[in-house]
């Protein structure tokens, strides 16, 4: 991604040419409500994509059709070279991504080592030991390997929430989703857990996330998009769109959230 540090230049990225994630023309409906109204949007490799706008403004639609949790009714949907818009090849996506939702889904009954391992053990067949070791190395990853074994009543939000990460990232995905992964977070825990996903975005990771963290958008995406009532009203860097939005509804949006 961009170096976001001052005074240092863009590094620019090989990668950046090859889009992992491609949307072409995308419609969604639930029941007479239109959600997407065609949609053409890519992620490239490594990139940071952050998704802005209001609650009903089609984000986290889209974010659930990338990730394969929702199918488009019309439009092609390409992520990682599978067509998701193909229903008899769309289940190939699975391991390609990871999704961490607003909500942490963590299973009360186990330590935050078992629900990382749970998927490792049951999905991937792989054996006790080997599934451990990887699920420490996640743990690690997010800071929280002296937590392996609390239940999740023994720990935090934001240490729940960085379990969920770490349950996403032991099956090494190429792709990660995040979903408002700090909107059920206190504010004073919000900055664990986008501390982590500014760590992941450094090491190239290929991110989409749909929040309403302006710091985090601001500070960390490679690109903005903010949409409004189902079409992708504009998109640029943060320094684009926060320095200079184009459209009139972005800059409403941006001084309702930013209260200036």
Excluded: C
Aim: charged share 20%; no cysteine; proline share 4%.
């Amino acid at each position: 991604m961009t170096n976001q540090n001052a005074g240092t230049s863009p590094v620019i990225k090989l990668s950046a040419v090859t889009p992992v994630i491609k949307l072409s023309a995308v419609t969604k409906s639930f029941g007479p409500a239109q959600v997407l109204k065609g949609i053409d949007l890519h992620v490239n490799e490594g990139e940071v994509l952050t998704l802005i706008g209001a609650s009903g403004s089609g984000k986290s639609t889209v974010l659930r059709i990338m990730s394969g949790l929702e199918t488009s009714d019309g439009g092609e949907v390409w992520v990682n070279s599978v067509p998701l818009h193909d229903p008899r090849r769309a289940k190939e996506i699975r391991g390609h991504v990871g999704m961490v939702f607003q909500q942490f889904n963590l299973f009360p009954h186990l330590t935050a080592l078992g629900n990382v391992t749970l998927a490792l053990v049951k999905a991937r067949k792989m054996s006790a030991a080997d599934a451990k070791a990887k699920a420490m190395a996640a743990l690690e990853h997010v800071g929280l390997t002296e937590r392996a074994g609390n239940y999740p009543s023994q720990l935090s939000g934001g240490q729940q929430q960085r379990v969920a990460i770490a349950r996403a990232l032991a099956v090494e995905p190429a792709i990660m989703f995040f979903d408002e992964a700090t909107s059920a977070l206190d504010p004073e825990l919000v900055g664990e857990v986008t501390g982590v996903m500014r760590n992941l975005a450094s090491e190239g990771m290929t991110m989409v996330v749909v929040t309403h963290e302006m710091g985090f958008a601001r500070q960390t995406a490679d690109r903005l998009v903010f949409m409004d009532q189902g079409v992708i009203a504009e998109q640029g860097t943060p320094e684009e769109v926060f320095g200079n939005p184009r459209n009139d509804r972005t800059k409403q949006f941006l001084h309702r959230v930013l209260d200036v």
